[in-house]
Nanobody, 123 residues
Framework: QVQLVESGGGSVQVGGSLRLSCEGSGYTYSSVCMGWFRQAPGKEREKVASIDDNGRAWYAHSAKGRFTISKDNSKNTLYLQMDSLKLEDTAMYYC?????????????????WGQGTQVTVSS
């Protein structure tokens, strides 16, 4: 059974940083695409960043230059380092895993989801 458990969310002021973690079990991180998504109240869920089996990362325009996705295959853990946080980054952040991999996770469907961790950025 695949399980994804996020942690690291919280409240931070504009310009601050947070590091999200996602620990997985039931499968192997190294051979599939992993990603971070977020959903703000009243908005659709959006992909923030993803990383493929070769460590190649993709970022949403809103995350480029501020967020860094990484993974530790030995720990089956996915990370999202978020710096220079903005008010509009406030959302529930979800970790997700695919059952396959493709370069930069292009068009790869994400089928497994964590329960989410809340990130709140205030002024």
């Amino acid at each position: 059974q695949v399980q994804l458990v996020e942690s690291g969310g919280g409240s931070v002021q504009v310009g601050g940083s947070l590091r999200l973690s996602c620990e997985g079990s039931g499968y192997t991180y190294s051979s599939v695409c992993m990603g971070w998504f977020r959903q703000a109240p009243g908005k659709e869920r959006e992909k923030v960043a993803s990383i493929d089996d070769n460590g190649r990362a993709w970022y949403a325009h809103s995350a480029k230059g501020r967020f860094t996705i990484s993974k530790d295959n030995s720990k089956n853990t996915l990370y999202l380092q978020m710096d220079s946080l903005k008010l509009e980054d406030t959302a529930m952040y979800y970790c997700a895993a695919a059952r396959s991999a493709f370069a930069y996770c292009y068009s790869v469907p994400f089928e497994y989801w964590g329960q989410g961790t809340q990130v709140t950025v205030s002024s």
